[in-house]
């Protein structure tokens, strides 16, 4: 797997953040189209007033191990270090910015993770964070070359649904799929619960599919 290393990053000035002017402020980032022929993952990072209602996306990941590789972006041109699902996840995720311009929160890009007090006051936030984002990005992984034959050869059955209390799957979506989908490690984590009640629309990405598109109305919209 091809990544940037830390050598390569020598001499750029390291991405440092800007404070937030107010407490219902959050950071949010847009991720740029890959240039020819580069494997490099560049954002820009700008800052946004909850209270203006900006139109965003959040992203919805599995952290994994702090001992794990960490890989280097470029936030504003400036180097900065994520661990590998992260990268993975822009990776793919950065083929759409070609289609549109659009906005993600991402809470280990969005926050200063070396800011105790912004990170206790983004916490608080939250709620009103996920709940008024458009649609909650579930990246479950880079999906390995088998479960990838899957994904391709049952793409034309895995449907988006619509969820109104009585969700409904498709009789022939293979057995196999669901249970492997369903063992995922991301399920584990204890997030899940307040980012897919709070957000009415999800879409779930598995490696370079996205495999499940639903439209939800719980009733418990921040």
């Known amino acids: 797997m091809k990544a940037f290393s830390k050598q390569q990053a020598t001499g750029s000035r390291p991405f440092k953040y800007q404070p937030l002017a107010c407490e219902d402020e959050i950071r949010l980032v847009e991720i740029l189209p890959p240039r020819e022929n580069s494997d490099k993952v560049e954002l820009r990072i700008q800052h946004e007033a909850l209270a203006v209602k900006p139109k965003y996306e959040a992203l919805s990941y599995e952290w994994g191990s702090p001992n794990g590789d960490t890989f280097i972006i470029w936030v504003n041109d400036c180097p900065f270090m994520i661990r590998q699902n992260l990268w993975l996840a822009l990776r793919r995720l950065r083929l759409r910015s070609g289609e549109r311009q659009y906005l993600l929160w991402i809470d280990a890009i969005c926050i200063d993770q070396s800011n105790v007090l912004e990170k206790n006051c983004q916490v608080s936030q939250m709620g009103a964070i996920y709940s008024q984002a458009s649609t909650l990005l579930i990246w479950l992984g880079d999906a390995s070359e ?35 989908i369903c063992e995922l490690s991301y399920w584990k984590r204890l997030w899940i619960i307040q980012e897919v009640v709070l957000t009415t629309n999800i879409k779930v990405h598995y490696g370079i599919a996205q495999i499940l598109v639903i439209t939800h109305n719980f009733g418990m919209r921040a």
Request: hydrophobic content about 45%; cysteine-free; proline content about 3%.
């Open 146 to 180: 088998e479960v990838a034959k899957y994904l391709y050869a049952f793409n034309e059955i895995i449907l988006p649904y619509h969820v109104d209390g009585d969700f409904r799957a498709d009789s022939m979506l293979k057995l196999e799929l669901i249970k492997h």
